[in-house]
């Protein structure tokens, strides 16, 4: 499987269901829509149509709205403007543009003679000559084709907007109606601006997490707080290598993952990363080494801006960025990286010191997977930060939290309802790793549970487990306790000839009969009629072996094939279900075994 995710922007060239379930085929985990483009109606037309799709495929897709903050833009025009080099141009508040005067969304205040105007990524740049009020007057240092609605960027000075434009609060109200899974904010400068956006969700009455968008060097300045402040964070290199010189843009980038990285924060790597693919069917050398370094840096998930909102093969940019990754993943150079990353848990965390052991018990049980039973995500979060060798199955009640966990490293989100105790919670975890198809039965699994406040007598536990991933063959009533593993015998009549000694039978609907083999070659006795005496019962008893009644098998279950039998829970499994670590004897695996345990911490 992949671990870093992939984020898509959602445009004119993909926002149709059915490109919407052709990216999630390919391998979208999160639905990016940017705000400063289309209308908060669409928004909402496009987040239906992204539910619909999440509801009929098994892997989740998340909804990010991208809220465009109080960004300056270029007016909208019908044709591309010429700005001519050594020109003289005025930026004004209105909604049109011409060679010479430049309209904006808003004036900028606070610029003063000397200071930078960029425009469109800095593909034009323009220095200030004089002001006059709301009106600025520069002279253009490197012209270029203008079209509508470009940013506007002035390194180094605070323009006097709010953070929070009447065009947010509209698109946070969409965000709320249709419970969207992220907000990303813009240009935030300090944790304050973080708490800021989420007191107005907490407003409208949503609980949605907030992803900080570092861009402006305020931010990186203050990323610590921002971080702590925010759900996660996005690396946001466009306007970022405009506002801060170029060249510092990659040690900044990775400074900030590797940060992320360090607190167990999401932290998603975005813009222009296979930016010729907007038209191109394939990307060039340096955009899939620019892929793969942030995956190698350690990146929860990459991004795609144009290439899928508005390019011409969004389905194969998708394709392309999952080779891209898939093969770094795979290689011995990311496995060292990644083993030479591991951060120290939280002193005062008890849940990330379970986190952190489970990813080094994973390794030295030979676990197949770790599962992670959490109601509001954290333990699956935490459990991430670690980068575990293995996938984290992430089993949680919740549809929402299900949903944010697609943007986590490493995790595969389930959905599975409240249990009513710690056995069911473990068969449910189980079943988790078998359903998603990372773990086979008779494999062995590292449980970790940081949750279930509904779940008698481990509401204040964090517990970490080693168990045993078994499939259900079928299922039925006690009559004689205990455990057996031996090959399967099907049988109509009690004409079975010899058997190998530890032999389970399996009785069908239409038996009659009495045994006609050696009685202490059976090691116990599955019947798929229902009762507790007869001939059967009778056997098992005195011979004290396992037998549960009215458990039929289904036609799969093959004569021969390993099972255990389960008689104190009722339950047939399908393998040989008992296991020795032979290395130390440090651990001894039967059904399964209490590795640790301490208060949980939510």
Same mark, same amino acid.
């Given at each position: ?22 990216? $999630?085929?390919? &391998?979208?985990? @999160? ?6 483009? !289309? /209308?908060?109606?669409? =928004? #909402?037309? *496009? ?82 000559? $004089?002001?006059? &009020?709301?009106? @600025? ?6 012209? !270029? /084709?203008?079209?509508? =609605? #470009?940013? *506007? ?82 690396? $946001?290199?466009?306007?970022?290598? @405009? ?11 990775? =400074? ?347």
């Amino acid at each position: 499987m992949r671990s870093a995710k992939i984020v898509c922007t959602l445009g004119p060239a993909s926002d149709d269901r059915e490109t919407i379930r052709a990216l $999630a085929d390919a &391998g979208m985990s @999160v639905v990016r829509l940017n705000a400063s483009h !289309g /209308t908060p109606e669409h =928004r #909402k037309t *496009v987040i239906e149509r992204v539910r619909t799709v999440d509801a009929e495929i098994e892997s989740p897709v998340a909804v990010m709205v991208d809220l465009q903050g109080p960004e300056v833009r270029t007016a909208p025009v019908e044709e591309p403007v010429e700005i001519s080099s050594d020109s003289t141009v005025r930026f004004t508040e209105s909604m049109t543009a011409s060679s010479d005067i430049i309209g904006l969304s808003y004036p900028l205040t606070g610029v003063s003679v000397g200071d930078a105007v960029l425009l469109d990524d800095g593909r034009i740049e323009t220095t200030v000559t $004089a002001v006059n &009020g709301d009106d @600025v007057s520069a002279h253009v240092n490197t012209g !270029g /084709t203008l079209g509508g =609605r #470009k940013g *506007v960027n002035v390194p180094g000075v605070n323009l006097d907007i709010d953070l929070l434009t009447e065009t947010d609060r509209q698109e946070l109200q969409v965000a709320a109606d249709t419970h969207a899974d992220f907000v990303a904010a813009s240009f935030v400068r300090t944790a304050a601006d973080v708490y800021e956006i989420s007191d107005a969700l907490d407003g409208l009455g949503v609980d949605i997490p907030v992803i900080a968008k570092i861009e402006r060097a305020g931010a990186v300045e203050n990323l610590d707080e921002i971080i702590d402040a925010a759900y996660g964070v996005m690396v $946001a290199r466009g306007d970022l290598g @405009v506002e801060m010189p170029l060249e510092e843009v990659p040690v900044i980038q990775k =400074r900030i993952i590797r940060t992320c990285h360090e607190t167990g924060t999401p932290v998603i790597t975005a813009t222009e990363m296979l930016d010729s693919m907007v038209e191109a069917r394939r990307p060039t050398r340096a955009e899939a080494s620019d892929v793969a370094n942030a995956v190698l840096d350690g990146t929860d998930a990459v991004m795609l801006s144009g290439e899928t909102a508005v390019g011409e093969n969004p389905v194969t940019v998708v394709d392309t960025m999952d080779r891209i990754v898939r093969e770094v993943e795979e290689s011995r150079e990311y496995s060292e990286v990644q083993k030479q990353r591991i951060p120290d848990a939280t002193d005062s965390s008890r849940t990330e010191a379970l986190a952190r052991s489970a990813r080094y018990l994973a390794r030295d049980v030979g676990a197949s997977a770790i599962v992670a039973a959490s109601e509001s995500g954290y333990t699956a979060r935490k459990t991430a930060k670690f980068r575990p060798g293995v996938p984290v199955v992430a089993k949680t009640p919740t549809d929402r939290v299900r949903r944010q966990l697609a943007l986590s490293w490493g995790v595969i989100p389930t959905y599975a309802g409240y249990v009513g105790d710690v056995e069911r919670m473990m068969q449910d975890a189980v079943d988790a790793a078998l359903n998603a198809e990372i773990a086979a039965s008779g494999d062995t699994i590292v449980v970790l549970s940081g949750m279930m406040t509904e779940l008698e007598g481990t509401n204040t536990t964090n517990m970490l487990k080693v168990h045993v991933a078994a499939e259900t063959i079928t299922t039925g009533r006690k009559v004689v306790g205990g455990r057996a593993v031996g090959p399967l015998i099907r049988t109509h009549s009690g004409s079975i000839g010899e058997i190998d000694s530890g032999s389970i039978l399996a009785l069908e609907q239409d038996f009659e009969g009495e045994f006609d083999t050696n009685l202490h070659s059976i090691g116990g006795i599955v019947d798929a009629r229902s009762g507790m005496t007869g001939y059967p019962a009778l056997v098992a008893r005195e011979l004290d072996i396992p037998m549960i009644s009215g458990a039929p098998l289904p036609p799969e279950a093959e004569s021969g094939s390993p099972v255990t039998l389960h008689a104190e829970r009722g339950i047939v499994y399908d393998g040989d279900l008992t296991h020795t670590r032979e290395n130390d004897g440090d651990y001894r695996i039967s059904d399964h075994s209490v590795v640790s345990s301490a208060n949980q911490e939510h």
